[in-house]
């Protein structure tokens, strides 16, 4: 590994985690001061959050509900504890077995008192156990997001639902009230977790002697994302680093691509090996005098389509976490490289009040132009790709297509509609926000704060539709 680290080997990783640890530090005390005041009164009538207090669901219908019970355990970020969990949908229990459960994400479960969580179904001698929750394919890994900062609580169901109509396998989702140890939580999102599988991101399985030939070529997972769950930190084991800095970014940051599967523990050195080098060789090829030529330049590496949707789902929702952080690639065997599945967009469509998270009128992808110094940059692809007129005229045609239809003014408002109408008839707004009393006052990274949750909602629907008509331009003029 030395010479394919060169320079970028175990004390870059080292320092790279060092520096990132320090980042987390500095934001999670400047979040938990606004967390502090989040939870206090003041006289302007802002109602304090109290995150014990038991909510009494209202009278009528209600969304599939979720009870867990954690056996007199408190549930933690690793491992996993036992628990019991039952879910009733239209008033008849359709699961109640054994599950272990954890408190999920990275920055979310440290700036918020409603936590996400991520579970395992088990069976009665406590193993693994594939189900079909509420109607979607069995597995046995489960999520269940749990919406704050979004007071709208659509947007990631939103994102979701607009990759899966775009031809992407995307996360199903299905809104739901939780309840733990008999303490109501509030709304929450049921979603599938990124899995290599036959009903999720389907590609091949690798085994461990696929190390040769046409076997060794897929199917990978890789990821870029912050290195909470890879272990003790980023190394050659878990990781690769590129050797192309990131533009603009004034802290000597770097690109480091984490094996996501098969797991870090599981991949074996010629399986490494393989991705790392394929992963490269686009990515020098890209940065290559002949990029454009079908042969030599990038596009014998990815498949152009899949960028090209991604790109416009992350521009669509101005993502300021896009493209840097919870980015997933994959590679099927014999395939073409692929971006996907999209994961994380809580803080998209205009719900960041940094590095122009709440704008409609900046390009997501030119992150690192108005924050340098932040540690998570963006990689440089897609100013190059954006340098190829074929790549451009690819993009044009397929967000021309997209506007007719899919992505039509109406077909997103409609889309909002029916999440706000399911959780209105269920009492589900008033249940949540009972629980979390939180209009009025500004919850990290808010670029709005509503009043209300009319105000969140028609909030979402008139930046929806800026950006989309400030996209309208901006493509047009690439």
Excluded at 210 to 231: F, P, Q, V
Aim: glycine residues 8%; aromatic residues 14%.
């Amino acid at each position: 590994m030395k010479n394919r680290f060169g320079i970028f080997g175990k004390n870059c990783f080292s320092m790279n985690y060092k520096f990132q640890m320090f980042k987390i530090q500095y934001r999670l005390l400047l979040v938990l001061f606004t967390t502090l005041i989040v939870g206090c009164s003041n006289d302007d009538g802002n109602i304090s959050v109290d995150p014990d207090k038991e909510t009494e669901i209202p009278d009528g219908d209600r969304l599939p509900s979720v009870s867990i019970n954690t056996l007199g355990g408190s549930i933690v970020d690793e491992p996993k504890i036992d628990a019991l969990m039952t879910i009733t949908e239209d008033g008849t229990i359709t699961f109640d077995g054994n599950i272990a459960i954890e408190i999920r994400g990275s920055s979310s479960q440290f700036f918020f008192p409603k936590k996400s969580y991520g579970f395992e179904t088990r069976d009665a001698s406590n193993e693994d156990l594939d189900v079909a929750l509420m109607g979607f394919p069995e597995e046995e890994d489960w999520i269940l997001h749990g919406p704050f900062s979004d007071k709208s609580l659509v947007r990631n169901k939103l994102i979701f639902d607009l990759a899966r109509d775009f031809g992407m396998y995307a996360s199903r989702t299905k809104f739901t009230d939780v309840s733990i140890n008999d303490d109501y939580q509030g709304v929450y999102v049921l979603m599938e977790k990124i899995k290599r599988d036959s009903v999720r991101l389907d590609i091949s399985k690798l085994k461990i002697d696929d190390n040769l030939g046409e076997e060794l070529t897929g199917g990978y997972i890789l990821k870029i994302d912050k290195s909470t769950g890879a272990g003790s930190g980023l190394s050659s084991m878990n990781s690769f680093i590129s050797p192309h800095a990131p533009l603009s970014g004034n802290s000597g940051q770097t690109i480091v691509y984490q094996y996501a599967y098969p797991k870090p523990d599981e991949i074996t050195s010629e399986q490494r090996a393989y991705i790392t080098d394929y992963v490269l060789g686009f990515e020098n090829a890209l940065a290559a005098d002949t990029f454009t030529d079908p042969t030599l330049g990038y596009s014998s590496y990815i498949d152009v389509a899949s960028f090209i949707d991604f790109f416009i789902l992350n521009e669509l929702s101005n993502n300021v976490d896009g493209y840097r952080l919870s980015t997933y690639l994959h590679k099927d065997k014999n395939e073409k490289l692929r971006m996907g599945p999209i994961w994380d967009f809580n803080l998209a469509f205009g719900n960041a009040d940094y590095c122009s998270g709440g704008s409609t009128q900046v390009w997501a992808y030119r992150f690192n132009e108005r924050c340098p110094g932040d540690f998570w940059q963006v990689p440089f692809w897609w100013d190059r790709l954006l340098q190829d007129p074929e790549f451009v005229s690819q993009l044009k045609a397929r967000w021309t297509a997209l506007r007719s239809g899919i992505l039509a003014d109406g077909n997103i408002h409609n889309k909002v509609d029916s999440y706000v109408a399911n959780l209105e008839t269920t009492n589900a707004i008033e249940s949540n926000f009972q629980k979390w009393n939180i209009f009025g006052t500004y919850v990290w990274p808010n670029n709005y704060v509503g009043a209300s949750y009319s105000d969140e909602v028609d909030y979402l629907r008139t930046w929806i539709d800026n950006r989309l008509w400030w996209l309208d331009g901006s493509i047009e003029a690439l």
